[in-house]
Structures are given as C-alpha cells and as structure tokens.
C-alpha cells in the first residue's frame, strides 16, 4: 500500500477522534501539556493498535464484526454524549461533573472512535499487504491531530462557557449517530 493512501486512510479514520479531542479542550479548564498528551495517547495508541486487531482477525471475524461495529460505536458514543448533556443541566459539585481526563471515560471514547479502524485492518488484511506501516501511521496522525484537537477546543471552549458540555455531548451523540447511519445506508 501507498504512503499517500496510508496518509488518506490515516487522516480519515482520525476525523472522529479529532473532533472528539475537541469536544474535550472545551472541558478542560486549565490546559497542560500533560492533559492534552493523555488525551492524544490514547486516540492515538487505540488507532495504531485497533488496525493489527483487524488485520490478524483476517476473513473469519469480518462478517461478524461489520455487523456489528457501527451499532457498538454508536451505543459508546450516544451514552457518554447523553451523559455529558445531563451533567450539564443538573446541580453537581465539579468533582462530579463528566470529566473527558477521566481514564474510563477516555478508553470508551477511544474504542467507539477506533472502531472503524479495526475495520480498515480487516480490509488490509485482504491486501495481504504489511501492516506495520499502516499501524504506525494511522496512530501518528491520530496522536498529533487528538493533541492539537484538544488545544484548539480549549482555546474556543471559552466562547461558548456554560454550554460546553452540551455542545460536546451532541458532538458525541452525532459521531455515534454518522457512524451508525453510514453503515445502515451503505449500497449493497
């Protein structure tokens, strides 16, 4: 396979965790490197790894995973979404308010938004191509977009200020749902 199309296929299957990065810069209040490095790590490590799942699976899981994979994204991300959009509208102390830092939170968000990534590791493996080069570039471009996602979410989180959780949960809500939908409606 080609740098070039590796470059492609690594910058759409990052699309979602960028925008998931966004969401979570807008409810970071006090931005470190460290928060956007956790952040951007594990988008990244879950989009390098997710691809050599789906490559060693091979043709026996892939009918049983294309079924499958579109609805457990779309359940991940439409329940942390909600979740977001409730805390936003109820009276919490902060400690309890959705925290994107939060290590359960992120490796949810991490496997719904990785998903389709294990679906292009299946589909490499019917190239029968090596699949240590896709592997790292797709989590290289995932780490550095995520990283710089959650800086440019921070930086416009402002704008919006009490908004922001639900602004973030309906991003959420809408990932899980365009994932969902290009799946049920894709051609036969």
């Known amino acids: 396979m080609e740098l070039v199309n590796i470059t492609f296929l690594g910058l759409g299957l990052a699309a979602d965790a960028f925008a998931v990065s966004l969401s979570s810069g807008f409810m970071i209040q006090r931005i470190k490197l460290n928060k956007a490095l956790k952040i951007a790590l594990f988008f990244?490590?879950?989009?390098?790894?997710?691809?050599?799942?789906?490559?060693?699976?091979?043709?026996?899981?892939?009918?049983?995973?294309s079924n499958i994979d579109h609805w457990i994204a779309f359940i991940l991300l439409f329940g942390i979404g909600s979740k977001m959009i409730y805390e936003a509208y109820k009276d919490m102390d902060d400690d309890d308010k959705f925290n994107p830092l939060d290590t359960y939170t992120l490796f949810a968000l991490a496997v719904a938004t990785s998903i389709d990534a294990l679906a292009a590791g299946l589909g490499l493996s019917l190239l029968k191509t090596s699949i240590l080069l896709p592997c790292t570039l797709i989590g290289l471009i995932t780490f550095s977009l995520s990283f710089i996602g959650v800086f440019i979410g921070h930086k416009f989180g402002g704008v919006f200020n009490q908004k922001i959780e639900v602004i973030g949960g309906l991003t959420l809500i809408l990932i899980g749902s365009k994932i969902l939908l290009e799946d049920l409606v894709k051609p036969i």
């Not at 490590?45 to 091979?58: D, E, K």
């Open 44 to 65: 990244g490590l879950f989009q390098a790894i997710m691809p050599l799942i789906g490559w060693l699976t091979g043709l026996s899981f892939r009918a049983f995973m």
